[in-house]
């Protein structure tokens, strides 16, 4: 009995080695993927800047028209160096952080308003669309008047551009919660509130990140619109005044800055929703 239990223990040791085996060479696979990834995408941006470069120099491409990544790094050393750049930077990434959390702070409460309501969301449900197929840049002069040529004309700016959408993507969320759990909460007694904090919200979640990625991207086109209506600093500012001036090395180059910034906000979002899928 002793020698039968000693072998199943030996091969029960021996079957856990190779899952164990068969584990770590999967994380392995799954971390040289990654790798791969990152190493592939690093490489598309060198050879892109590289070719850039490189056809400019040899006048292939006109370098007065498209620049070329010296001459946009010489631009930002010399606005850097005049103590400007940081500034256009940082009041821009304010602007934007503003126009995002009210824009998505407004555009939640309205969703919630609206699944709250089923009469109130018939009712403003076209003039939601209307107001998410006009271009919001129409009303830029308008929103100059109301609003004064400044900051606040351009927060305004991001948050109309935001909000509508956050309010539309968020409220589809709430309708693809399936009818049969609220029916089985309602016939616990559940109140709307309580359907609402702990099924609604939670099983909404992921719809809710998916339109704070979209509200990131749409606040960047609001302040850089309002920017280029009235700004006197700011990124749309630097593009529109080097369009002015005829220094394109100065607009590609706070494009480029524009599009990085943007992508760190981007993955600052992208890092909060990770953390929310590892909990449950």
Same mark, same amino acid.
């Given at each position: 009995?002793k020698?039968?239990?000693? /072998?199943?223990t030996?091969l029960?040791? /021996?079957?856990?080695?190779?899952?164990?085996?068969e584990? =770590?060479?999967f994380?392995k696979?799954?971390?040289?993927?990654k790798r791969?990834i990152i190493?592939t995408?690093?490489l598309i941006?060198?050879?892109f800047?590289?070719?850039?470069e490189?056809?400019?120099?040899?006048r292939i491409?006109?370098p007065?028209?498209?620049?070329?990544?010296?001459?946009?790094?010489k631009?930002?050393?010399?606005?850097?160096?005049?103590g400007?750049?940081?500034?256009?930077i940082?009041?821009t990434c304010?602007?934007?952080i503003?126009?995002?959390?009210l824009?998505?702070?407004?555009g939640?409460?309205i969703?919630i308003?609206?699944?709250?309501?089923?009469?109130?969301?018939?009712?403003?449900?076209p003039y939601?669309v209307?107001?998410?197929? &006009?271009p919001?840049?129409a009303?830029?002069?308008?929103?100059?008047?109301?609003?004064g040529?400044?900051?606040?004309a351009?927060?305004?700016?991001a948050?109309?551009?935001?909000?509508?959408?956050?309010?539309i993507?968020v409220?589809?969320?709430?309708r =693809?919660?399936e009818e049969?759990?609220? /029916? &089985?909460?309602k016939?616990?007694?559940?109140?709307k509130?309580k359907?609402l904090?702990?099924?609604i919200?939670p099983?909404?979640?992921?719809?809710?990140?998916?339109a704070? /990625?979209i509200?990131v991207g749409?606040?960047?086109?609001?302040?850089?619109?309002? =920017?280029?209506?009235v700004?006197k600093?700011?990124?749309?500012?630097?593009i529109v005044?080097?369009?002015?001036?005829?220094?394109l090395?100065?607009?590609?180059?706070?494009?480029?800055?524009?599009?990085?910034?943007?992508y760190?906000?981007y993955?600052?979002v992208h890092?909060f =929703?990770k953390?929310?899928?590892?909990?449950?």
């Open positions: 009995m020698k039968n239990k000693s /072998k199943e030996a029960v040791n /021996k079957a856990e080695l190779n899952v164990s085996k584990h =770590e060479e994380l696979g799954v971390k040289r993927k791969n190493i995408r690093i941006l060198v050879t800047f590289a070719l850039w490189i056809l400019g120099d040899l491409i006109d007065f028209l498209t620049s070329t990544p010296s001459r946009m790094v631009s930002f050393i010399k606005l850097y160096t005049e400007t750049m940081v500034g256009h940082m009041i304010y602007e934007t503003i126009g995002f959390t824009g998505t702070l407004m939640v409460v969703a308003m609206l699944w709250w309501s089923d009469f109130l969301c018939k009712v403003l449900d939601i209307v107001l998410n197929a &006009l919001k840049v009303l830029g002069p308008i929103i100059i008047f109301w609003a040529n400044g900051m606040k351009i927060v305004i700016m948050l109309l551009i935001s909000v509508i959408s956050t309010i993507s409220l589809s969320g709430f =693809e919660v049969d759990k609220i /029916k &089985l909460l016939t616990f007694g559940a109140s509130y359907i904090t702990n099924l919200i099983s909404s979640t992921p719809t809710l990140m998916s704070l /990625k509200s749409l606040s960047w086109v609001g302040v850089i619109m309002g =920017e280029f209506l700004a600093k700011g990124l749309g500012f630097l005044y080097g369009g002015q001036v005829a220094q090395d100065m607009v590609m180059m706070s494009v480029v800055v524009l599009a990085v910034i943007a760190l906000m993955e600052v890092y =929703e953390k929310y899928a590892e909990k449950l």
